[in-house]
T-cell receptor, first 115, second 114 residues
Framework: AQKITQTQPGMFVQEKEAVTLDCTYD???????LFWYKQPSSGEMIFLIY??????QNATEGRYSLNFQKARKSANLVISASQLGDSAMYFC????????????FGTGTRLQVTL | NAGVTQTPKFQVLKTGQSMTLQCAQD?????MSWYRQDPGMGLRLIHY???????DQGEVPNGYNVSRSTTEDFPLRLLSAAPSQTSVYFC?????????????FGEGSWLTVV
């Protein structure tokens, strides 16, 4: 089975600082997509950012950027200028062959932003 | 602006009861799927569908049935609920591209089996 590894169960960051959330994955499929989702305490899944395996440049979406290192099978999420509202669970997910609805998720990282 | 609608949002079942979690999307997406999320874990795929009349199993399909008679609806059936099925269930839909902004999740359904 495909596996997504998020090695940081919990992270703390001070407001306005940057934080990196780690994600590694295994796959032999040359074509795949990498996703990051935010899950606040209210429970909904909020899409943050996407990176295709053939994309040459790292994806960015506002304060979110994805540090994609294909050879290392690593797709770390960088949040710049953290805000109190960033406190949440963050999940890395991969879509392998087939559709985007077939996602494999990591176990998540709980981020706490402090004053 | 409905997107993906799941009902009910909360449900308590007794062991052995049956129920159906409803999922509907109004975006004409071909691809739909059901996930479950247990405490301290990410979402795991239960069943998915690539179009009306076509369904397939995901990682944790046991105890669940699905059907896809229309593009819009993808209900998840629990035939005989067990305490191990206590979880949060998410429905998702997609146009089929791997582009992230085409994946939409419902708000989740909290199910407790006692």
């Amino acid at each position: 089975a495909q596996k997504i590894t998020q090695t940081q169960p919990g992270m703390f960051v001070q407001e306005k600082e940057a934080v990196t959330l780690d994600c590694t994955y295994d796959t032999s499929d040359p074509s795949y997509g990498l996703f990051w989702y935010k899950q606040p305490s209210s429970g909904e899944m909020i899409f943050l950012i996407y990176q295709g395996s053939y994309d040459q440049q790292n994806a960015t979406e506002g304060r979110y950027s994805l540090n994609f290192q294909k050879a290392r099978k690593s797709a770390n999420l960088v949040i710049s200028a953290s805000q109190l509202g960033d406190s949440a669970m963050y999940f890395c997910a991969v879509a392998y062959t087939g559709t985007a609805s077939k996602l494999t998720f990591g176990t998540g990282t709980r981020l706490q932003v402090t004053l | 602006n409905a997107g993906v609608t799941q009902t009910p949002k909360f449900q308590v079942l007794k062991t052995g009861q049956s129920m159906t979690l409803q999922c509907a999307q109004d975006m004409n997406h071909e691809y739909m799927s059901w996930y479950r999320q247990d405490p301290g874990m990410g979402l795991r795929l239960i069943h998915y569908s690539v179009g009306a009349g076509i369904t397939d199993q995901g990682e944790v399909p046991n105890g669940y049935n699905v059907s896809r008679s229309t593009t819009e609806d993808f209900p998840l059936r629990l035939l005989s609920a067990a305490p191990s099925q206590t979880s949060v269930y998410f429905c998702a839909s997609s146009s089929g591209s791997r582009s992230g902004n085409t994946i939409y999740f419902g708000e989740g359904s909290w199910l407790t089996v006692v």
